[in-house]
């Protein structure tokens, strides 16, 4: 792959111990080229160091420095995952000649590979431009399967793309390639203030189930629950993707479009959980941290507690 980086040991640094008491140690550095000897219950982690869909989309640039920050803020915290479960970071997909293209094309075959072998998927970006390239390596891996998209974030992503694609298109892509089958969407925290008119237009087009912001939360945990159960009872599978600039500033400060009003930590782990708890969970990514704008890596340590919470809660799955 042209443009596939290896991984690098370096990201994962951290206190030794004698017993794998840290996730840097924990870790183990693969590439494509061990799929075929890899065994047993896997996570593969998987960086998109591209945020040239956030540059055409005008946002901040700087998201492909997100995939190393959450890396190194992942190696030091403690491991209680068991022994059973194989942790692997298999390097970055990165986009170097700015073509975003390409390396969708590219990481969409990765994470095919990646799944085609069993292996779960956890891919850190990145610009959201991402959720095209991970949605048609699903769509490779199981090709009339029923995919349900979750998406925890402020903007519906629904843009339509006049010529190219960036990191505001992707579920129209998807929606314009899915032809043979429903778009399957459901957003949870759009912010009204952040979409226009004619996004809600299309939302409402496509058949987008979502809960606004004002909504999601704790207090109204009973209804988000029905909702969530009554999308997933209706698909095969569910892709999971967690875009940064969904919660509020104040906890995630460095991303391309800050919002000082979106979601808690507590609704979005609950959220989390439950999404696996259904066992259709089959891949995941962080999205749209951007470390240029972070402020005492406060944003790369809320992306790695939650690639914690999705490792903790896939290795609880038997």
């Known amino acids: ?28 550095i693969g590439s494509f080229d061990d799929l075929k ?36 803020m992942l190696a030091t915290l403690s491991n209680h995952f068991s022994e059973e479960l194989n942790l692997w970071d298999f390097g970055d997909m990165v986009c170097e000649s700015q073509d975003l293209e390409m390396i969708q094309e590219e990481t969409a075959k990765a994470i095919a590979n990646l799944l085609n072998k069993q292996l779960f998927p956890l ?5 959201h431009d991402l959720a095209y390239a991970h949605f ?18 402020a903007h519906f992503d629904l843009r339509p ?14 929606a314009k390639k899915e032809k043979e089958f429903d778009l399957n969407y459901f957003c949870l925290g759009i912010q009204k203030e952040s979409n226009n008119r004619e996004l809600f237009k299309i939302a409402k087009e496509y058949n987008v189930q979502y809960i606004l912001n004002t909504a999601f939360t ?7 629950r029905k909702e969530l159960n009554s999308f997933i009872s209706n698909i095969d599978f569910i892709y999971l993707t967690i875009d940064l600039d969904g919660f509020t500033s104040a906890l ?18 609950k959220t989390i959980e439950f999404i696996c708890h259904s066992e259709k969970l089959i891949s995941a990514d962080i999205v749209e941290l951007n470390p240029t704008y972070d402020q005492d890596n406060s944003t790369a340590r809320l992306a790695s507690r939650i690639a914690y919470l999705l490792i903790q809660q896939i290795d609880a799955i038997k």
Not at 2 to 24: D, E, M, V
Not at 161 to 174: D, E, L, R
């Open 37 to 72: 000897n890899i065994e047993g219950k896997n996570i593969a982690i998987l960086g998109y160091a591209c945020d040239a869909g956030v540059e055409r989309n005008k946002g901040r640039t700087g998201a492909l420095k997100g995939p190393e920050a959450i890396r190194k």
């Open 123 to 127: 891919i850190i970006g990145g610009g």
């Open 252 to 269: 995630a400060p460095g991303v391309s479009a800050p919002s000082p009003v979106g979601f808690q930590w507590e609704i979005a782990a």
């Open 136 to 153: 048609n390596g699903i769509r490779q891996a199981h090709p009339v399967a029923k995919i349900g998209i979750i998406n925890l974030d």
């Open 161 to 174: 793309a006049s010529v190219q694609g960036n990191s505001g298109t992707p579920f129209w892509q998807i």
């Open 218 to 224: 704790l207090e109204q945990w009973a209804i988000i």
């Open 1 to 28: 792959m042209k443009n596939y980086q290896p991984a690098n040991k370096s990201n994962w640094q951290g206190r030794q111990s004698a017993s794998q008491l840290y996730l840097h140690e924990k870790i183990q």
